[in-house]
């Protein structure tokens, strides 16, 4: 089935410091989300991205998706300690069933 | 924008037994679906609960193990069966909206 690799799966940084985590994909996607998962939350839906080369900004999130349409990364800029959490990738998949196919997440610790 | 209420938050239970987990949504959603995540661990698809027929599992979840249930358009539960130690975990419920996938806040059980 469809399977969807994050990198780094850890990553710690000092407060200040920028931060980039990558989703890559061995086919095609239709599209793209991303989403945060606080320590101890649930997942909250960031952005999603549909169109090849897109990018989209949020204050200081950026988010890119591959012209290949086969990956995707979230730079965040400046890091915060509010910034700390998992943040995941997810493709939402037509192929047999409607389903939402989650990467597998890069866990961000921000150092005071 | 979605609010999903989920219950139980938390349970211990011993092996061998069943739990049922609820998840109500707080308006009519076409696609609902239940996640297990591992502590550290990124969301695994068990399936689709679809509402009027049975629900469609992912490879490795079986309908005898994890029983589901959707009667409506703003109501499912998740039954856990004949529990072990290796269904120590969170199972999230979700829904979408507007294609954003919303989650309820998760039910974390432990199997002694």
């Known amino acids: 089935g469809q399977q969807v690799m994050q990198i780094p799966q850890y990553q710690h940084v000092q407060e200040g410091e920028d931060f980039t985590t990558y989703c890559n994909s061995s086919t095609t996607l239709s599209n793209i989300q991303w989403y945060k998962q606080r320590p101890g939350g649930h997942p909250v839906f960031l952005i999603q991205l549909v169109k090849s080369g897109e990018v989209k900004k949020q204050k200081r999130l950026t988010f890119q998706f591959g012209e290949a349409k086969k990956n995707s990364s979230l730079h965040i800029t400046a890091t915060q300690t509010t910034d700390v959490g998992t943040y995941f990738c997810a493709v939402f998949t037509t192929s047999g069933t409607y389903k939402y196919i989650f990467g597998t997440g890069t866990r961000l610790k921000v150092l005071a | 924008s979605a609010v999903i209420s989920q219950k139980p938050s938390r349970d211990i239970c011993q092996r061998g037994t069943s739990l049922t987990i609820q998840c109500q949504v707080d308006?009519?959603?076409?696609?609902m679906f239940w996640y297990r995540q591992q502590p550290g661990q990124s969301l695994t698809l068990i399936a689709t609960a679809n509402q009027g027929s049975e629900a469609t599992y992912e490879s490795g979840f079986v309908i005898d193990k994890f029983p589901i249930s959707r009667p409506n358009l703003t109501f499912s539960t998740l039954t856990v069966s004949n529990m072990s130690p290796e269904d120590s975990s969170i199972y999230l419920c979700?829904?979408?909206?507007?294609?954003?996938?919303?989650f309820g806040e998760g039910s974390r059980l432990t199997v002694l």
């Open positions: 979700s829904a979408t909206v507007a294609g954003e996938l919303f």
């Open positions: 308006s009519q959603v076409t696609m």
